[in-house]
């Protein structure tokens, strides 16, 4: 599942980072990047020993760069070379942090919190005890408190990081490739830095794509950077996708008010079971959203502050209209032929588990390579990177990548879908649990959604786990930890879980392969 692909990236930053060890075989190293990836190499620390005068080609001044000693991790340690300095610059053309914390992770899910909490109090499965109110929405009071804690997050964990760190001068500026081992900087104060090197990193992450919808270009619609930061909760919002930005963001502006309609092209989530879509869409028009499956837009107009959207079954009007159907690599001017860099047709790069390119001076991490487009898999990609960059080993295993949608039911996979291991020649042995045989779902008296366990026919050994519950995200791991440990569905029911938790219920479903959980006592083992 890709998750979180279609967020709007910032405009990438450009990180130069130089690195000289007599002892290495590495005399510079260059970083290209956002999301705090190139910061990976902060598994390396740096100490400032003494100021360098540096020239660039042309522009403005630059004397005044540290020269720095290094310490980098090595084969798993870390070792240092405190008599040999070098300079390193951050030369970054957008926002420090790049997506998941500015526009994408942070803010989203602090928006889909607070429109959880105005659903609750709206309607809850206790109602008849609790009287429910229609809540009054300020939103830009809910703005203010997100944004707020975005600049929190950001200063702590990214700015003040760097401000820290003697190791790193952050310069404005982008950069793209002269040639397979040269690149030219241009400042955003004016002139250029050309710089060679001998190791590079690519991080640049993704943008919103745009789909060729006649004449959609031609008007105000929002992507998911737009939708976060607006002032305003729109009467009628329409969403063009069908994965998780578009979900995401459709049920909280729904929840804050808006009458949303989704166009879907396919079903939702249409890759992935079939059973994760159908629970979505029934949670979705319970809650008064519109979902039209198989339906696409041939024209988008926008008139006097209206959308117009023509589909095969008639026009969508609404006063909003929200894109989220994918993603489009940040590397359309980074000239990478020109660095023998290969590129797929839509300019995705292609990385091995090492973080290598096609140029194996070129290493490469995050939402502009074939990787699953997710923050965790970005950031150890770049530690990865940074640890082979600078003579160790290293590789990414993504066997068991968890996966988790911030919808309400969430929704969270790790493994192989039955579909998946079939495709593999894999003979399966599935068991579905409902979540009305979790006590847990019970006693919250909210028994959406199901637990799913993908085993292989024999053995019993997991091979992968798909759940749509509340709270989804918060029990996936458990069932990463099972795949990864090679554990059977018999090792998982034997395991003891807590009462009344909801990861209890891969435990039941577990159980499900020898017993009928429905003659069970509550917590029987």
């Not at 952050?170 to 001998?198: H, I, P, Q, W, Y």
Request: charged share 20%; proline share 5%.
């Amino acid at each position: 599942m890709n998750l979180f692909t279609d967020f709007r990236a910032q405009p990438y930053e450009d990180v130069v980072q130089f690195e000289k060890d007599r002892r290495a075989p590495i005399s510079l190293v260059v970083s290209l990047g956002r999301n705090g990836i190139p910061c990976a190499a902060g598994t390396a620390h740096t100490e400032a020993k003494k100021w360098h005068g540096m020239q660039p080609s042309s522009g403005p001044d630059t004397t005044g760069w540290p020269l720095r000693s290094t310490c980098r991790a090595k084969a798993g340690r870390c070792w240092c070379s405190n008599a040999t300095t070098h300079p390193a610059a951050r030369f970054e053309r957008g926002t420090i942090g790049g997506t998941c914390v500015n526009i994408g992770c942070v803010p989203s899910k602090i928006m889909i919190r607070a429109a959880y909490v105005a659903h609750m109090r709206r309607e809850s499965p206790f109602d008849a005890g609790i009287s429910a109110s229609r809540p009054t929405i300020d939103r830009a009071r809910l703005l203010a408190q997100q944004q707020g804690r975005v600049d929190e997050v950001r200063q702590a964990k990214y700015e003040r990081i760097l401000e820290d760190n003697p190791a790193i001068t952050v310069l404005r500026g982008e950069a793209r490739f002269k040639s397979c081992d040269t690149l030219v900087v241009s400042m955003n104060v004016g002139g250029e830095l050309e710089l060679a090197f001998d190791r590079c990193l690519i991080a640049t992450g993704a943008s919103a794509a745009v789909p060729p919808i006649p004449g959609l270009k031609e008007t105000p619609f929002w992507t998911s950077t737009e939708a976060l930061v607006s002032e305003t909760i729109p009467p009628r919002l329409a969403v063009i996708g069908s994965s998780v930005v578009a979900l995401e963001l459709a049920q909280a502006f729904a929840r804050l008010g808006s009458k949303v309609t989704i166009l879907a092209r396919n079903t939702l989530f249409f890759r992935e079971d079939p059973a994760i879509g159908e629970a979505i869409t029934a949670a979705f028009r319970d809650e008064g959203i519109e979902v039209l499956e198989h339906t696409q837009a041939s024209q988008v107009t926008h008139l006097n502050g209206e959308f117009l959207l023509m589909t095969g079954d008639g026009p969508v009007r609404a006063d909003r209209l929200l894109v989220a159907t994918g993603h489009d690599p940040n590397t359309r001017k980074l000239g990478l032929d020109v660095a023998g860099v290969k590129v797929n047709k839509h300019g995705v790069i292609a990385v091995d588990p090492g973080m290598r390119t096609s140029n194996a001076n070129i290493f490469a991490a995050g939402d502009c390579t074939d990787q699953p487009q997710f923050v965790y898999v970005a950031a150890a990609a770049g530690t990865r990177a940074a640890i082979n960059m600078t003579g160790g080993d290293a590789a990414l295993d993504l066997s068991t990548m968890p996966a988790v949608v911030f919808t309400d039911p969430q929704v969270a996979t790790v493994g192989l879908s039955e579909a998946e291991a079939q495709l593999k020649g894999i003979e399966t042995d599935s068991r579905t649990l409902g979540l009305d045989n979790v006590p847990r779902a019970l006693a919250n008296f909210d028994t959406r959604g199901f637990i799913k366990l993908v085993a292989k026919a024999g053995s019993g050994r997991i091979l992968g786990v798909q759940v749509v519950t509340p709270q989804a995200g918060e029990l996936i791991q458990t069932a990463v930890l099972a795949i990864r440990s090679r554990m059977t569905v018999q090792d998982l029911a034997n395991q003891l879980f807590p009462y009344l938790t909801m990861v209890e219920g891969l435990k039941l479903c577990a159980q499900t392969c020898t017993k009928d959980v429905k003659q069970l006592s509550c917590c029987a083992g």
